[in-house]
Nanobody, 126 residues
Framework: QVQLVESGGGLVQAGGSLRLSCAAS????????MGWFRQAPGKEREFVAA????????YFADSVKGRFTIARDSAKNAMYLLMNSLKPEDTAVYYC???????????????????WGQGTQVTVSS
């Protein structure tokens, strides 16, 4: 079992930057994929970005492509989401998640993810 804890959320002005962290406890296998999702009030939880733990391949939602970067530090069992050029529509609770059966892929559908963190709030003011 993998436990995930997000941190780094907060209030930022439009155009600003934030770095979210996801700390994983328990062994993170090189076969896993890890992802970031977000959920705004009254909306479905949506995919943001994902990374394959072993190979490092990444995948981004179109809405964040070119603004967000995803990275992992295997030595620290940590994943990061670097968010630049933030917009008010990026306001949401951000969750990290892990897919323990990724088969080398970086899935965008939340149904594939097995463990989730508790989320961290990101608020972007206009």
């Amino acid at each position: 079992q993998v436990q995930l804890v997000e941190s780094g959320g907060g209030l930022v002005q439009a155009g600003g930057s934030l770095r979210l962290s996801c700390a994983a406890s328990g062994r993170v296998s090189s076969s896993y994929a890890m992802g970031w999702f977000r959920q705004a009030p009254g909306k479905e939880r949506e995919f943001v970005a994902a990374i394959h733990w072993g190979g490092g391949s990444t995948y981004f939602a179109d809405s964040v492509k070119g603004r967000f970067t995803i990275a992992r530090d295997s030595a620290k069992n940590a994943m990061y989401l670097l968010m630049n050029s933030l917009k008010p529509e990026d306001t949401a609770v951000y969750y990290c998640a892990v897919d323990v059966n990724s088969g080398g892929k970086v899935p965008a559908r939340k149904v594939f993810y097995d463990y989730w963190g508790q989320g961290t709030q990101v608020t972007v003011s206009s």
